[in-house]
């Protein structure tokens, strides 16, 4: 899918991105805005999964980025995709808790204690299949009351106090402040790897994707609390 033209030669550039890249991908959208005068980023928000669904359905888009590569799999395989992949940021799932940590969670294993309702997303977002398998190792006993949509949804639940504890990212966390405290999972396993692709190949696509890897790039998601993947700079 190009990059669409409008009236007096705009062009929209539309990335599709996984909830928790909300404050970066924004960022980077203005920044890539006042490189590019005459361009417009769109950033379309949401459950990595679903939006390379939606991208292998047809969907208007010029960027995925995905939480993990099993949600980017789904654009790859459905023929989406016209980039190979590059992975470009490593985030850490941990455990947040209204502000005082009322029900005392100290740990995953908490979760499993009675009385602590908490909240997880669903196994098919990136933020779910990762809680799903860290849970499996430590507290294979817990069981959410409820399964949101995506990360951004988990933490509402958290912050609105309607749970005890919510399963997120660690960048979410830091996002939130002092709306929320965390506490570690204790987990050293607990971490996924975020990939890049354009859908279409138009070279305002590919433009987005080295901002996103530059040191410019690199340095916005470093802010937000993410780090460079272990295998970004190797050429994989």
Not at 72 to 85: I, T
Not at 92 to 104: F, H, K, R, S, Y
């Amino acid at each position: 899918m190009a990059a669409c033209g409008g009236d007096d030669d705009e062009q929209t550039l539309t990335v599709l991105a996984a909830a928790s890249l909300t404050g970066t991908f924004t960022e980077l959208a203005t920044t890539f805005e006042d490189e590019h005068p005459g361009v417009d980023v769109v950033v379309v928000l949401g459950s990595s999964t679903t939006l390379a669904e939606q991208a292998v359905d047809g969907a208007p888009g010029d960027v995925l980025a995905t939480a993990d590569a099993r949600a980017m799999e789904v654009a790859v395989d459905g023929g989406a995709a016209s980039l190979e992949p590059e992975a470009f940021a490593l985030n850490e799932l941990v455990i947040v808790t209204p502000p005082g940590n009322p029900a005392d969670v100290t740990g995953l294993g908490s979760l499993a204690s009675p009385g602590v309702d908490w909240a997880r997303c669903v196994t098919s977002a990136p933020c779910g299949a990762l809680a799903e398998t860290v849970l499996d190792v430590r507290a294979s006993q817990a069981e959410p009351v409820t399964e949101e949509v995506d990360v951004k949804a988990v933490l509402a639940r958290v912050v609105a106090g309607e749970v005890d504890a919510g399963l997120v990212y660690r960048t979410d966390a830091l996002a939130a402040g002092d709306d929320v405290e965390t506490v570690e999972t204790g987990q050293g396993a607990a971490s996924t790897i975020y990939e890049i692709t354009t859908l279409g190949g138009s070279a305002l696509a590919s433009d987005f994707v080295e901002l996103v890897r530059s040191p410019e790039g690199q340095a916005v998601l470093r802010d937000a609390g993410f780090d460079a993947p272990r295998i970004f700079g190797d050429g994989q």
